[in-house]
């Protein structure tokens, strides 16, 4: 036990001042027709909860998360895996995200660390069996060691390349046998600096080259999980290819992906793409590829991923507005997110996930009440409503003709005037709705 003086965390209702009991995530509480746990499949990301360790760009190491062992062993591997069983076990998440060397430390020979990896996955595949705990997805970290400074799958290097394939190939076969619901790709070194030495269509083409064989390799050992692509528009690259949801179900398609991979939407990468967490969630959903979220929340204030625990309950409710109109998410709620530097304690890793479970539950509480409310969906609706009948009704069948429309505008008499978009008066329903 290395939570020893943590117990399991409870629903003890809003009136509860008990920093470590939730206060509105009550998992079997029923909304929309189901229970909260069921809307809302939460993940621990290995990386943020159980490597890292508050260390930034001006100093080192704030939190301990050596777990009784030494670092960089297999023992600390293995006391991870423990650790963050039992963290999850006590919090009630049942799914864990992660990267090959979040789960073993990296050897300086492929062989061996595959060979850890194949330890370290029965470890914790023992621990998934003795619990109802289940992976949402796996990934190969393509993007810290200095072989991908240029790219993984976009290096200019044919054989940085091969590498990238040796790890992508292995840590699928990881998560397959982790029974894993998704594999993630997401593209940190997949982007450029300058154009003076890039060629983008060549780095392009060898992108989906990967993903292509990766997408046969997976179905030749029977992963019949999505594959999903986690856009981001920079950090740590100047431009990542991967911008938006946008940009990146147009490279999908492109491609002939788009069948076999969705998107996993970070709130965090979204807002330094220019959009908000919602508008990557819509674009996502309206082209059926909404697959799974990164919960966090960014500093507006700042120019970088800063990976906060959500908080901002109009962000959740949003989002989970999104979530209950596109019918739920195939995937999960994955915590990419960490505690700030100085919550260095163990508890702080607690009262993070408590916070962002309640403001989820939060989230979803009020998504289902502004559903069930009807007047933001019957206003939207009715702001269309000349498409609905007459020469509206034409456009929408693809009938009309623009000369038809031409002379319709020229007989029309008075010049046409929309009505009013009302934003402050349904902004005022939302909080009526919130606080009520
Ligand atoms: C970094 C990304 C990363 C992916 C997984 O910004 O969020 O953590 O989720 O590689
Ligand atoms: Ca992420
Ligand atoms: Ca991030």
């Not at 992660?98 to 300086?108: K, L, M």
């Not at 062989?111 to 796996?138: P, Q, V």
């Not at 992108?207 to 292509?212: E, G, K, V």
């Not at 700030?340 to 304690?345: A, E, F, I, L």
Request: hydrophobic share 40%.
């Amino acid at each position: 036990m290395f939570f020893s003086d943590i117990p399991k965390i409870r629903y003890e209702g809003p009136n509860s001042k008990n920093p470590l009991a939730f206060k509105f995530y009550n998992p079997e509480r029923i909304i929309a027709g189901k229970p909260m746990k069921e809307h809302l499949p939460f993940a621990m990301a290995w990386w943020h909860n159980l490597c890292a360790s508050g260390a930034d760009m001006f100093g080192r190491d704030t939190a301990n998360k050596a777990f009784g062992a030494e670092k960089g062993t297999m023992e600390h591997a293995k006391a991870k895996v423990d650790a963050g069983f039992e963290f999850m076990q006590k919090l009630g998440i049942e799914y864990f995200c992660f990267h090959d060397v979040d789960i073993v430390p990296e050897a300086d020979d492929i062989k061996e660390t595959n060979l850890r990896l194949d330890i370290i996955s029965d470890y914790i595949l023992a621990k998934m069996r003795e619990t109802d705990i289940k992976c949402l997805w796996g990934t190969a970290n393509m993007f810290s060691n200095p072989r991908y400074m240029n790219g993984a799958a976009s290096s200019n290097s044919a054989n940085v390349f091969c590498f990238a394939a040796a790890q992508v190939k292995k840590a699928l076969d990881i998560t397959v046998k982790l029974n894993g619901k998704g594999y993630l790709f997401w593209g940190g070194r997949e982007g450029y600096e300058t154009l003076l030495n890039t060629d983008i269509k060549f780095e392009q083409e060898n992108i989906a080259h990967l993903m292509q064989m990766t997408v046969r390799y997976g179905r030749s050992i029977g992963f019949k999980g999505d594959f999903y692509i986690e856009p981001k528009p920079k950090e740590p690259m100047t431009h990542q290819y991967d911008f938006d949801a946008a940009t990146a179900i147009g490279f999908l398609r492109q491609y002939g992906l788009d069948k076999d991979f969705k998107l996993n939407i970070e709130a965090n990468h979204a807002t330094l793409a220019g959009h908000t967490f919602q508008h990557d969630l819509r674009i996502s959903a309206i082209n059926s590829m909404l697959g799974s979220i990164d919960a966090n929340q960014g500093n507006l204030l700042l120019g970088w991923d800063t990976d906060e625990f959500p908080f901002n309950v109009y962000e959740t409710t949003m989002c989970m507005y999104e979530v209950l109109k596109a019918g739920g998410l195939s995937g999960g709620f994955n915590f990419d997110a960490k505690s700030r530097r100085p919550s260095y304690t163990h508890e702080d890793m607690f009262h993070s996930y408590i916070l962002s479970m309640d403001a989820f539950a939060l989230g979803l509480i009020n998504a289902a009440a502004i559903i069930e409310d009807g007047r933001i969906d019957s206003f939207i609706a009715e702001r269309y409503d000349s498409y609905n009948h007459g020469i509206g009704a034409r456009i929408r069948s693809g009938e009309a003709t623009l000369e038809e429309l031409a002379s319709y505008a020229e007989n029309m008499g008075t010049p046409p005037l929309p009505d009013s978009g009302r934003q402050e008066y349904l902004e005022s329903i939302i909080n009526n709705i919130l606080f009520s």
